[in-house]
């Protein structure tokens, strides 16, 4: 953040005279939203899928002030949503310069700072921080301690000659850190239960207490945390004493519509070639299906990194195409589903029954929606000639290897006819990249439908 935008007052008298008010976080949150709501923006950017389940929930929650767990299977946007929330804080808040706890400088709470505020009165200094540093998240996991979340004595505060009794001594874990700002902790069940037990006091008195010091912090800080669905009910991980402290349990879930998982792939997929909007429709709906399949452990969820992670895959092969073929245009084309199939079956939890046939699965659901996509974008279309000309012996080849000049070329000559034209022109196709990945769209649908053969060998395909 550049230092230089941020207000001026740098010390408390400035301050006071500029007639700064402090303000609690959650009313601060609060109006913000307020604020956004009004004027028609959106706070939730890049969010799909939510508006009218998870996201209403969450505003209401912050409306009511209360703390939030998000709680969905893997993949479904909870940390997105989570660090989405720091669009809701005031760009720019003042604190006191140097403290550790980024206090308010009308409102010092740790003994060094209230003893600071004592002595320099309205000289004493002011930086502004801004919203970006008022957020922190932390991944749960067994070995965090109840130093990393809460505090501990620091022993080389001690060394240099502190009393061990003395507050000062304490060296403030994340939470405490966190004041006056929103703490997130991922996957909250995998936190040991005695680590669980310290937030106690966060989450209810907004106090910490740390080994057997006498140190009451009136703490401003929102605590939010996601947890999978079938942790946090089934298997008991997070105390009950815990659970009663979120005042909202907000269910989060994969995206509802065909479209708004298409949208999901085209935001985050780093894509180094075309894909066309086909193939990642094929991507979205595979997905969905592997998400219904009954030989998929639905306890575990489907990602939507798998679709993502599959509009990067047959990207990269497209480029790895175009680079060794020569080609000026690297657009991807249905052959290069099957690299994606071949490398993100290790992303998908089968059930138990169902070793040794993940790939067949895999290939039998990505077929599927491959034909549905074929019916989608190209019905009405009567592809009979290209069928008689394949009928009577014409073979058309892709794959790794075969470009897309050298696949236009090899397709049969249908006469007169604008048959190619008319599936290029269905769906936007226009470079020789783009109509070659339509055509091969079409060839494959008539292979779906069985009217036409197909062989594949040694990376080669061939439709005849």
């Not at 997905?287 to 639905?298: C, F, G, I």
């Not at 969820?301 to 195409?321: K, M, P, Q, W, Y």
Request: aromatic content about 4%.
């Amino acid at each position: 953040m550049d230092a230089v935008t941020a207000p001026e007052p740098r010390t408390v008298g400035q301050l006071r005279a500029a007639g700064h008010q402090p303000k609690p976080l959650r009313q601060e949150i609060r109006d913000n939203l307020l604020t956004r709501l009004r004027a028609g923006d959106d706070p939730w950017p890049g969010l799909h899928g939510f508006a009218d389940s998870v996201i209403p929930q969450v505003e209401r929650a912050l409306l009511a002030g209360h703390d939030i767990v998000l709680l969905g299977e893997r993949g479904q946007g909870k940390t997105r949503l989570l660090r989405a929330l720091v669009g809701l804080l005031d760009e720019w808040t003042p604190v006191i310069e140097g403290s550790e706890l980024g206090e308010h400088p009308f409102e010092p709470i740790t003994p060094g700072s209230v003893r600071r505020a004592a002595e320099l009165g309205d000289d004493l200094p002011v930086t502004w921080r801004h919203r970006d540093e008022r957020y922190a998240e932390k991944l749960a996991t067994p070995d965090t301690s109840v130093a990393d979340l809460i505090g501990d004595v620091d022993p080389m505060k001690v060394a240099e000659g502190r009393h061990l009794g003395d507050p000062e001594t304490i060296h403030f874990g994340l939470i405490p850190r966190s004041h006056r700002g929103i703490v997130a902790i991922n996957e909250l069940p995998d936190l040991a239960e005695r680590i669980q037990v310290a937030m106690l006091n966060v989450m209810e008195e907004r106090d910490i207490q740390i080994r057997g010091y006498i140190l009451r912090l009136p703490l401003d800080v929102l605590v939010v945390a996601s947890a999978n669905p079938e942790d946090y009910t089934n298997r008991g991980r997070i105390i009950t004493p815990l659970k009663d402290r979120f005042g909202a349990e907000i269910r989060t879930h994969y995206p509802r519509e065909v479209e708004e998982e298409i949208a999901v792939i085209e935001q985050e997929a780093g894509l180094v070639a075309e894909v066309p909007a086909y193939l990642l429709e094929v991507l979205a709906r595979f997905t969905r299906h592997l998400r219904e399949s009954q030989s998929v452990d639905q306890r575990s969820g489907v990602s939507a990194r798998f679709a993502i992670a599959g509009a990067e895959t047959i990207a990269a092969a497209a480029l790895h195409r175009a680079t060794t073929q020569g080609e000026d245009e690297a657009v991807a084309r249905v052959v290069d589903l099957e690299t994606a199939v071949d490398v993100l079956g290790g992303k998908i939890e089968f059930e138990t029954g169902e070793e040794g046939r993940e790939t067949e699965i895999l290939t039998h659901l990505l077929r599927t929606a491959v034909a549905e996509t074929v019916r989608a974008h190209l019905a009405g279309i009567d592809l009979r000639l290209l069928v008689d000309a394949i009928e009577e012996g014409a073979m058309v080849s892709t794959g790794a290897r075969v470009g897309a000049r050298d696949f236009l070329a090899g397709l049969p000559v249908l006469g007169e006819s604008d048959l190619y034209d008319e599936v290029c022109d269905r769906v936007g196709a226009t470079n020789d990249g783009e109509r070659a990945a339509a055509l091969e769209l079409a060839l494959e649908g008539l292979y779906l439908a069985r009217r036409i053969g197909k062989d594949t060998d040694a990376g080669e395909t061939v439709y005849g």
